[in-house]
């Protein structure tokens, strides 16, 4: 019985690990949304204002780690001509191009 509880454990552990990580990704994520919303409001005229919404969704959903890192660190500090170059790079995802299509099909034709 011992033995089994020992086995266990780690396999416990790992567990409440990854819910740690991914209830800290989840709040990085939903930070970078301030950066990407005023990014796309003051960076990305052609994005109408309707828009604004599905685009950031779509680029904080498909935005690697690191770039979600830089995205937070910019909803702090503010955005910057680096701030729209992460965009513009995850808006070129096929996979970002995809979520705009299905949650905005007008977004095809504006970006």
Do not use: H, Y
């Not at 991914?22 to 052609?46: C, G, I, W, Y």
């Not at 191009?97 to 970006?111: E, K, W, Y």
């Amino acid at each position: 019985m011992t033995r089994l509880l020992l086995l266990s454990a780690p396999i416990l552990l790992l567990g409440a690990c990854a819910d740690v990580m991914q209830a800290s990704d989840q709040a990085a994520r939903n930070t970078s949304k301030t950066a990407v919303n005023e990014a796309m409001l003051t960076r990305f005229p052609q994005v109408p204002k309707e828009l604004v919404v599905p685009f950031t969704d779509c680029v904080v959903e498909n935005a690697l780690p690191a770039e979600i890192n830089e995205l937070t660190q910019d909803a702090v500090v503010g955005v910057d001509d680096q701030t729209a170059e992460i965009i513009r790079g995850v808006l070129a995802r096929p996979q970002t191009q995809q979520c705009l299509s299905a949650r905005a099909p007008a977004a095809a034709t504006t970006f």
